[in-house]
């Protein structure tokens, strides 16, 4: 990493084209926003694209502008990230996603800082530089005929490879106690303290999402937590490898375990023909006990509770109802 921070340091002062090799969750968004920050186009835009996000005449005009009439939904003109960028820096992530016709137009960007919006004849300057990111190896994408040589040496002008996580063990307890306190303080909670064994478990892990899904899973546990402290139980089951224990060891003191254990053995040496009355049995007190944590973490504002869990205010609501944990609507509207 000190590496990188060199290399993203040397090459901010230049106005070469970069391009971002790594995992997905390794920080490239980061690194491209620190380019432009420490650039003397600092004052400029910093304009960001997905790529994979959009399909392919979407993504053109989307990058290139329209004019109004150029096809059914074009309406009225629209100016492109590209010279939305003018003066400052696009960066176009997962670049790799582009298709062959775009990845032209690209390519004369590049070469002659010039384009057209979709469906005019006007010739459009812009003065930008290009950062670019790709999860996967544009040498095997350009050998296999699925990127253009040409682009790519173009991008490749200052390449920064940025490391998974796994091989980052050193930095996972810096970044853990970052997160905690981000998350401690959007939570109003206080947690300084990381248990051994729960840090010992997050070195271990592979983490396939890098540092995006340590920050996901550090925020889950933020707002579960009911002491000061980094606990095993608070992470996932992926993490502490513990299937049984993860069932509903995240909302109950660990000496609980065993009896939530022989509960579960218990109704499952029991016919299966209740299956339905043996998953609320045993998943409805969990997500009661999740429902409960989050409202009072978000000051029992169903609108932030909904946001905080990934679903919408009604179904919260439903789910609060069905346990005995809803408000009058009155009071809801008041808080919200």
Sequence with gaps: MRSVYQMTRLSAVASSSVLLLGETGTGKELIASALHELSDRASGPFVRVNCGALTESLLDSELFGHVRGSFTDAVKDRTGRFEAAHGGTIFLDEVNSTSSTLQVKLLRVLQEREFERVGDTRTIQVDVRVIAASNCD???????????????????????????????????????????????????????????????????????????????????????????????????????????????????????????????????????????DLYKEIVDPVEKELLTQVMQACNNTQTKAATRLGINRNTLYSKLTKFGLAKPKSEESIES
């Design 138 to 276: 544009l040498n095997l994408e350009v050998t296999e005929n699925r990127f253009r040589e040409d682009l790519f040496w173009r991008l490749n002008v200052l390449p920064i490879a940025l490391p998974p996580l796994r091989r980052r063990e050193g930095d996972i307890e810096l970044l853990v106690r970052h997160f905690l306190a981000v998350y401690s303080e959007a939570n109003r909670k206080t947690i300084t303290r990381i248990h051994p064994d729960a840090l010992k478990a997050l070195i271990d892990y592979p983490w396939p999402g890098n540092v995006r899904e340590l920050q996901n899973y550090i925020e889950r546990a933020v707002v579960l937590a009911q002491e000061d402290q980094l606990v095993p139980s608070l992470l996932p089951t992926a993490v502490i490898g513990d299937s049984k224990a993860a069932q509903v060891a995240v909302f109950r003191p660990t000496d609980d375990q065993s009896l939530i254990r022989e509960f579960v053995y218990n109704r499952l040496s029991k016919s299966d023909d209740d299956a339905e």
